[in-house]
């Protein structure tokens, strides 16, 4: 109740001190348009309708940053208009900043927290400011070497863009950002940025460096091959370099770098210098080429890559022991008896080294292979040598036992095998053992083609047989197959294992013929009055026979065929052999009037400046054939039945070469050859026609495409290209062969999706077939094209923020589309809102997003739910009954609806909660939603009816003694407890003390109640008669004894031989027998 009492009070005071402004707008005092760099300017921020204006500050951001605020003394309390100002001198880090003001209603602690807020929309401006050229791109001083161009840049930062110029002297000015300078480029350059704000002038002075006239390298005091392990010394020669203390010398052994020096000489001037490397080489040098190169590092400002000379290679000879290769000669070679093996001593040194074996004494065999057999000496050695030293191998060898025979053949057929059959192969193993560790390999020629594996476990020799079924082409007549047995004993056994390898089967295989095609074409020509010979080849097994049919009855038997204009239109030539026969269809085509000449290539297509060939061939008889040609001109001869046209740099642009020929009685013809000279644009580029700056959406716009310098125009194709889509594309007529401008204009109409495309045309030489492939093209730089279009929110749907989420974050807006960008807008129920104040709880409800531009403007309604963490109303105590399902009263709010948990002592307690009456205690609630979560502790105090509690209900008791009887009665609240004897209230408290009388037996009662309920618990009493007492009797009777044990011992004390007398001081004396002492 206490937290409502504030709040209203809050509210109270908001309504009565504070009025949020209607409006906050900044804007420019005097200046529209852009700014100028370090000149001074005056914002304002307008603040309408606000009260009390002595609570007011109005902050000033740049962008985030928070750069000045002002506050206000007037201590009127009624709404007025405010208006603050801000002074700010704009730098280029500025161009494109936004500005903003805030008015800030400050109330103090009573007032609203956090205090309300209405934000400007942003100020955008833009800086103009003079070019500055980048230094760091253009250095002061540039380095050139003599015949070594180099590209400088100049780069500079200004707004408006700026134009770059070179000064190279007096009326020598060159536009552009790059320069490229040589050895006789002026000393003195300057590069000139300039715009409509100012100039930005950087001077480069050109330096001209020398290069070394050259680099060679050697060796010192020694020639000849280097012996492995040994250390020689390599010296590089630097002839007429400066300046040397920018010199590096490097070392490169092939093309690793292994070392390098440098030198810290001041002199400028060109000397020579000497640079050695100590090598010690190894075998895997011999035959490496070392180098030194002389590179001069100049800096920065120096040629970029900085220069280099490199010397020769230097090629080295590296002499070294031999060292027998052990993979290739095992220690130990087991041989079968019967067989003979082969083994090789192979040893790698330089020189070459010189093999021999040494069976035994004075017995040595001078070669690299040596025939071992089952009668060879069980100890060999290898030995491998050279004039720098020499190496031996050990050889063990052992007899093993091998297959008696392996032999292949074939399963029941004999002869020849037809092509595409299928045919089996056995091969047979005789007497051979563990059957176990034997592999049948089948080989085709040297490749493997299958193998066959044995399970037996037998040990003793067997024979076995393994079959291989194929099926044999044409590519197989010839090949040889066989088998191979091998005897696999693992690693303990011979390495490699040992082979027995049967003879090789060849197979002969028939086959059906196959003419070949490209020596019978299937279209002959033939000159009226000539000749021409055909050839018939086939393909076949057995050889075929060769027939050609002309018709009806009429078959010529040969390979050749000569064919005149009498010809028969269609022939056939038939291939035959015992497999089949293949058909060849020959169509015979008779020419007239046509020269008997044939060109190849028949047209031709040459690049400007380029090299042609094109033969002229004739199958007839002749008096003499050449080429007329205004280049390449080839005379008459008639000697030859070909004759070439051949031109290496071809420049006439309407040439039209002709081959003519004399046939033997005949008259002279010619052929002509079409030659197409092409040459490809000096540029293409692409422009827009008359407008400049953005296009606007839904207008029209045409490019232009400058082709410039191209032949033949009539084999152009200008394609435009958006993106990389074929849009459009424009062909010519003209008929005009040398080089020509060509123009070509596509309208365009863009819409949003194509801002920032990219467009260009691309010029192509379609030549034909005959021409390159693919055919040349030439693409223009792309062009750009920026398109303003009114805003669109592709995206409008509600949103959940959580409260204190500013509308700014709305996360759609990233879906508002608009160029130029668009302004952003807020509004509810007509209400303009600044997008930067956060939401509060009751903020949910429908809003209206306005994205503006320029060009226009859209609206969309979003209907905005504001959530909010839980929040949890609840008591610190709580009583409830026993025996009750229990759900907590607390005032769970939260959106989205928070989920409930009760807990006591860490232990999640399932809702409602059953209550027994010791489940007192300290509780906790956990309300949780998607934003968060929050606890409240509180008390829980069960009430439950008294409960009497008692060890012993009857009691037995003797008369006159007492007896207490005890109540324990628990309950909660604590009940009031009373003692009742005969129905009649005795006593209150929880404990009754009884004396025991004849009257006191009976049942007690004690009774517990409280305001939740009453109980009841009975005692019974019981009194027992009062015992005799023998106590005194008792006490007499050990009195009697005690007397007559007395006398008893006085008289028996009489009896002895003196006498005593008894004083009253208890002191003892002996008496004579009748006197005195």
């Given at each position: 109740m206490l937290l409502l009492q504030q709040l209203i009070g809050l509210l109270l005071i908001n309504l009565a001190y504070g009025e949020t402004p209607d409006s906050v707008s900044i804007s420019t005092v005097n200046h529209t348009g852009p700014m100028i760099e370090g000149n001074q300017y005056e914002l304002q921020c307008d603040v309408l309708n606000v009260?009390?204006?002595?609570?007011?500050?109005?902050?000033?951001?740049?962008?985030?940053?928070?750069?000045?605020?002002?506050?206000?003394?007037?201590?009127?309390?009624?709404?007025?208009?405010?208006?603050?100002?801000?002074?700010?001198?704009?730098?280029?880090?500025?161009?494109?900043?936004?500005?903003?003001?805030?008015?800030?209603?400050?109330?103090?602690?009573?007032?609203?927290?956090?205090?309300?807020?209405?934000?400007?929309?942003?100020?955008?401006?833009?800086?103009?400011?003079?070019?500055?050229?980048?230094?760091?791109?253009?250095?002061?001083?540039?380095?050139?070497?003599?015949k070594h161009p180099v590209v400088l840049v100049c780069k500079a930062e200004g707004n408006p863009e700026p134009t770059i110029s070179w000064n190279l002297g007096t009326n020598n000015t060159v536009y552009s950002e790059t320069l490229t300078i040589t050895d006789s480029t002026p000393e003195d350059l300057s590069c000139i940025a300039n715009n409509s704000v100012g100039t930005d002038t950087r001077h480069v002075k050109v330096s001209v460096k020398e290069t070394p006239d050259s680099v060679s390298i050697s060796t010192v005091n020694h020639i000849g091959p280097m012996i492995e392990g040994n250390q020689y010394e390599l010296q590089c020669d630097v002839l007429n370099v400066a300046p040397v203390q920018n010199l590096t010398v490097k070392w490169y052994k092939g093309e690793t770098l292994v070392d390098q020096t440098t030198f810290t000489d001041t002199i400028k001037t060109p000397v020579n210098e000497t640079v050695t490397l100590m090598i010690r080489p190894d075998r895997s040098d011999d035959g490496v080429q070392y180098r030194c190169e002389a590179e001069l590092n100049l800096g920065e400002e120096g040629p970029q890559p900085p220069p280099k000379v490199t010397s020769k290679p230097l090629s080295i000879t590296v002499h070294y022991k031999p060292i027998i290769i052990e993979t290739k000669l095992p220690s130990t070679v087991s041989v079968f008896r019967?067989?003979?093996?082969?083994?090789?001593?192979?040893?790698?040194?330089?020189?070459?080294?010189?093999?021999?074996?040494?069976?035994?004494?004075?017995?040595?065999?001078?070669?690299?292979?040596?025939?071992?057999?089952?009668s060879t000496p069980e100890d060999l050695s290898c030995i491998a040598n050279n004039s720098v030293g020499n190496t031996t191998r050990h050889v063990k060898v052992s007899v093993k036992e091998t297959p008696d025979s392996v032999s292949i053949s074939t399963v029941n057929p004999t002869g020849p095998m037809i092509e595409g059959n299928q045919y089996e192969l056995q091969c047979d193993v005789l007497n051979v053992a563990p059957v176990q560790n034997l592999t049948v390999k089948w080989y085709?020629?040297?490749?493997?083609?299958?193998?066959?594996?044995?399970?037996?476990?037998?040990?003793?020799?067997?024979?076995?047989?393994?079959?291989?079924?194929?099926?044999?082409?044409?590519?197989?007549?010839?090949?040889?197959?066989?088998?191979?047995?091998?005897?696999?004993?693992?690693?303990?056994?011979?390495?490699?294992?040992?082979?027995?390898?049967?003879?090789?089967?060849?197979?002969?295989?028939?086959?059906k013929p196959i003419i070949n095609e490209t020596k019978l074409p299937s279209t002959v020509s033939v000159f009226r009055g000539y000749t021409v010979v055909i050839v018939c080849k086939a393909e076949g097994n057995p050889e075929p026979t060769i027939s050609w049919n002309l018709g009806t009855n009429n078959t010529v038997y040969s390979e050749t065929l000569t064919?005149?204009?009498?010809?028969?239109?269609?022939?056939?030539?038939?291939?035959?052999?015992?497999?089949?026969?293949?058909?060849?269809?020959?169509?015979?085509?008779?020419?007239?009037?046509?020269?008997?000449?044939?060109?190849?290539?028949?047209?031709?297509?040459?690049?400007?400046?380029?090299?042609?060939?094109?033969?002229?061939?004739?199958?007839?008889?002749?008096?003499?054939?050449?080429?007329?040609?205004?280049?390449?001109?080839?005379?008459?001869?008639s000697s030859v039945n070909l004759i070439t046209w051949r031109v290496s740099n071809l420049t006439e642009w309407d040439t039209e070469p002709f081959c003519f020929i004399n046939p033997k009685g005949g008259k002279q013809c010619a052929s002509y050859l079409p030659v197409t000279i092409y040459k490809t644009p000096d540029s293409v580029s692409i422009s827009t026609v008359n407008p400049i700056g953005p296009m606007i959406?839904?207008?029209?716009?045409?490019?232009?495409?400058?082709?410039?310098?191209?032949?033949?125009?009539?084999n152009l194709t200008v394609k435009w290209y958006k993106g990389e889509t074929l849009v459009n594309q424009t062909t010519f007529t003209d008929t005009i062969k040398t080089p020509v401008d060509?123009?070509?204009?596509?309208?365009?109409?863009?819409?949003?999706?194509?801002?920032?495309?990219?467009?260009?045309?691309?010029?192509?030489?379609?030549?034909?077939?005959?021409?390159?492939?693919?055919?040349?093209?030439?693409?223009?730089?792309?062009?750009?094209?920026?398109?303003?279009?009114?805003?669109?929110?592709?995206?409008?749907?509600?949103?959940?923020?959580?409260?204190?989420?500013?509308?700014?974050?709305?996360?759609?807006?990233?879906?508002?589309?608009?160029?130029?960008?668009?302004?952003?807008?807020?509004?509810?129920?007509s209400s303009l809102l600044s997008a930067s104040v956060p939401l509060n709880t009751n903020d949910s409800g429908k809003y209206e997003l306005t994205a503006s531009n320029e060009l226009g403007h859209f609206t969309c309604s979003i209907n905005i739910l504001v959530e909010y963490p839980p929040k949890l109303n609840c008591s610190e105590r709580y009583e409830v009954k026993e025996q009750t399902d229990w759900q907590p009263p607390c005032l769970a709010d939260g959106l989205p609806k928070p989920d409930i948990v009760l807990y006591k002592n860490g232990k999640n307690l399932k809702l409602p909660f059953y209550l027994k009456w010791n489940d007192s205690g300290l509780y906790h609630l956990n309300a949780t939603n998607k934003h968060g979560s929050v606890i409240s502790y509180f008390t829980l105090n069960i009430l439950y009816a008294p409960m009497i509690h008692a060890s012993q209900d009857k009691f037995s008791v003797e008369e006159d003694s007492s007896i207490t009887l005890e109540c324990n009665s628990t309950g909660n609240p604590e009940p009031d407890v009373w003692w009742s004897f005969n129905n009649k209230n005795i006593s209150t408290g929880r404990r009754y003390i009884v004396r025991a009388t004849s009257t006191s037996a009976g049942v007690y009662t004690c009774s517990a109640k409280s305001n939740v309920g009453h109980k009841d618990k009975n005692f019974v009493v019981e009194i027992k008669g009062k015992p005799p007492n023998y106590i005194p009797y008792v006490v007499v009777a050990l009195l009697v004894v005690l007397i007559i044990l007395l006398c008893l011992y006085l008289w028996k004390r009489k009896k002895t031989s003196g006498s005593y007398d008894i004083q009253p001081e208890y002191e003892m004396f002996l008496l004579s027998n009748g006197g005195t002492s």
């Open positions: 009260a009390p204006v002595q609570n007011l500050t109005v902050k000033w951001y740049k962008g985030e940053t928070l750069v000045n605020q002002t506050t206000f003394t007037d201590t009127i309390k009624t709404p007025v208009d405010k208006t603050a100002t801000l002074m700010i001198r704009p730098d280029r880090s500025d161009d494109g900043v936004q500005y903003r003001c805030e008015a800030e209603l400050n109330l103090g602690e009573e007032g609203p927290q956090p205090p309300p807020k209405v934000t400007s929309d942003p100020l955008s401006i833009t800086v103009h400011y003079k070019p500055i050229i980048n230094e760091t791109k253009l250095p002061s001083t540039v380095s050139v070497f003599r019967g067989y003979t093996v082969v083994i090789v001593c192979k040893a790698e040194g330089n020189p070459e080294p010189t093999i021999s074996w040494n069976l035994g004494t004075n017995n040595t065999v001078y070669n690299e292979t040596l025939t071992i057999t089952d085709k020629g040297e490749t493997l083609v299958d193998q066959t594996t044995f399970t037996d476990t037998i040990k003793t020799p067997v024979d076995k047989t393994a079959t291989l079924m194929i099926r044999p082409d044409r590519s197989d007549d010839g090949v040889q197959y066989r088998c191979e047995a091998e005897l696999n004993l693992g690693a303990e056994g011979p390495q490699p294992p040992p082979k027995v390898i049967s003879d090789p089967l060849s197979i002969t295989v028939h086959y064919i005149t204009d009498s010809t028969p239109e269609d022939l056939s030539c038939i291939a035959n052999n015992s497999v089949g026969t293949d058909i060849r269809h020959v169509k015979v085509s008779v020419k007239d009037g046509d020269c008997p000449v044939e060109l190849n290539p028949q047209r031709v297509v040459v690049r400007y400046g380029g090299s042609v060939a094109v033969n002229c061939s004739t199958n007839v008889p002749h008096d003499g054939m050449g080429w007329e040609a205004s280049e390449g001109l080839v005379p008459m001869s959406e839904g207008n029209q716009y045409e490019l232009q495409c400058d082709v410039l310098n191209v032949a033949p125009v009539q060509k123009t070509a204009t596509l309208m365009i109409r863009p819409d949003r999706s194509d801002d920032g495309v990219q467009y260009r045309c691309e010029a192509e030489l379609n030549l034909g077939a005959e021409g390159p492939q693919p055919s040349p093209k030439d693409t223009s730089d792309s062009l750009s094209i920026t398109v303003h279009y009114k805003p669109q929110i592709n995206l409008c749907e509600g949103w959940s923020p959580k409260n204190g989420t500013p509308l700014v974050s709305y996360p759609n807006l990233n879906y508002i589309k608009g160029n130029p960008r668009p302004n952003i807008s807020w509004r509810r129920k």
